[in-house]
């Protein structure tokens, strides 16, 4: 089963192809730029070397061509291009994949941040309007720092939430994040929890703030 990271060369692409990869995943980083993002996952191979593991299944192509090779397709791109790419490679999304949407639709107005308005109560349900019909997208590690996810010294210890429409998919995705190292992934329900999912990266990085701290992520007690 090969992940697509759509925008994988950015903080939280390269994160999430180094954990991926360090489970056993072969993961394909995708860039606007092909050259770049081949580089980027050669530097993500000798880091993942360097770290004493087997050689890792990581390459790095033009975002379209990763969407073509791809059984789970993850958009990490700034949320306000995603739509935008999802509309150019709509017609090479194919039934049976799985889009996994990591954004937060972040903006900071009158020097505070916070979420941008949209028509839907989510980006993750806004940019499922952009899928083919079908074709189920789940939110999942928008609460998961990046640079924590890029530092292999730390390990993740906490959960990472994953909800959508399709209790398949979502099965999927949780079966996938459960190999990685630290990370305990939580059903979380249907697509419209992706809203409180992005209210709480909110939360974590107002946390961190406040706190001078970097890495404040969400651990659940009692289940
Ligand atoms: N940073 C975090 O801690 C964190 C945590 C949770 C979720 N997220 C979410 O994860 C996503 C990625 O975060 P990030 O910090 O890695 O973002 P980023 O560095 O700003 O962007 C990631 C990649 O998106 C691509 N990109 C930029 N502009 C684009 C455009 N106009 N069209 C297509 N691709 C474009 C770039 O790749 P190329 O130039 O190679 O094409 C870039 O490397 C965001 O939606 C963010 O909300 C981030």
Not at 70 to 98: K, V, Y
Not at 131 to 136: H, Q, S, T
Not at 152 to 174: K, N, W
Not at 186 to 214: C, Y
Request: overall charge positive; glycine content about 10%.
């Amino acid at each position: 089963m090969r992940i697509g990271i759509l925008g994988g060369t950015g903080p939280e692409g390269r994160g999430l192809a180094l954990r991926l990869s360090q489970a056993g995943c072969p993961v394909i980083i995708g860039s606007r730029k092909p050259d770049q993002a081949a580089l980027k996952a050669e530097q993500l191979r000798l880091r993942l070397k360097e770290m004493g593991g087997p050689a890792a299944d990581l390459a790095g192509l033009g975002n379209s061509e990763v969407v073509e090779a791809s059984d789970i397709l993850f958009i990490a791109t700034p949320f306000e291009h995603a739509a935008g790419l999802l509309e150019s490679c709509r017609s090479r999304i194919r039934q049976g994949q799985i889009v996994v949407d990591v954004t937060v639709p972040l903006q900071f107005r009158a020097k505070r941040l916070q979420l941008r308005e949209l028509p839907e109560p989510s980006a993750s349900e806004h940019l499922a309007g952009f899928l083919p019909e079908g074709v189920p997208l789940v939110a999942a590690f928008k609460t998961i720092p990046a640079h924590l996810l890029e530092d292999l010294s730390q390990r993740l210890d906490c959960h990472v939430f994953v909800c959508g429409d399709s209790a398949e998919a979502r099965g999927r995705i949780v079966q996938v994040a459960s190999a990685i190292e630290g990370l305990s992934p939580l059903d979380v329900g249907p697509l419209r929890q992706a809203a409180t999912l992005e209210r709480m990266t909110v939360l974590a990085i107002q946390i961190n703030k406040r706190h001078r701290v970097h890495h404040s992520r969400f651990r659940v007690v009692g289940l």
